[in-house]
């Protein structure tokens, strides 16, 4: 296998691994073990991150895989950027859902934010997508940025380490889509700032 391919299959794992649909779970994931939400019993925090799962990654997922094979589509075709709203619309149904679910059982104010932080992504790149197919992997990368500049704000920690890697990871998720020709630079740059943004403001005003 040549090196090209290598760097194909790797860029591909990167964009599967870090789907911006993971962005809520992997979020929920920190918060449940790494802030005093720990200290809450396991069958809370699990049922907590499986319905995160199924409302953010299995539902979106499953509806926008069935409306491409509806319509005959790969995976490349439905990405180019006319045919990108309806996901979008399926991803803000099914993150607005959970939004009024968790509202509604009385979660942290700051869980919330979590949501609204991945709800706000979607609706500004699908706002965006009308002239610029910006990238929602990006967007979640960036995301995670903000989200962690908000959180050490609101649990007064230092979050020069964690930074340095979710800065890392970011660049890393941005190099994988160049490298498979899904975005221009300015796609890249266009989602990462959209990220930061709504991360840093979704938790400190929610």
């Known amino acids: 296998m040549t090196s090209n391919k290598l760097l194909v299959l ?4 990167v964009s599967l691994l870090f789907s911006p649909f993971y962005l809520p779970t992997f979020a929920f994931l920190a918060l449940l073990f790494f802030s005093y ?7 809370f925090r699990l049922t907590v991150l499986l319905v995160v799962y199924l409302f953010t990654v299995v539902l979106p997922r499953l509806c ?10 790969t995976r490349h075709q439905m990405g180019l950027r006319e045919r990108r709203f309806v996901p979008y619309i399926i991803s803000i149904l099914s993150y607005g859902l959970l939004l009024y679910m968790m509202d509604l059982y009385r979660m942290p104010r700051f869980t919330l ?43 007064h920690f230092d979050p020069t380490l964690w930074l340095c ?18 975005h221009t630079l300015a796609d ?11 991360g840093f403001f979704s938790i400190t005003l929610t």
């Open 64 to 73: 926008i895989f069935l409306y491409r094979k509806i319509n005959g589509w």
């Open 188 to 198: 890249l740059l266009a989602g990462t700032i959209i990220g930061i943004l709504c």
């Open 37 to 43: 939400l720990r200290l809450m019993p396991w069958s």
């Open 113 to 155: 934010g979590v949501i609204v932080c991945a709800l706000s992504v979607q609706v500004v790149c699908a706002v965006t997508n009308i002239a610029l197919k910006v990238s929602t992997h990006a967007a979640a990368s960036g995301a995670t940025i903000g989200l962690l500049l908000a959180f050490s704000l609101i649990f």
């Open 165 to 182: 890697l979710c800065t890392l990871l970011c660049g890393l998720v941005c190099t994988a889509r160049l490298i498979l020709r899904q």
């Open 10 to 13: 790797f860029a591909q794992a």
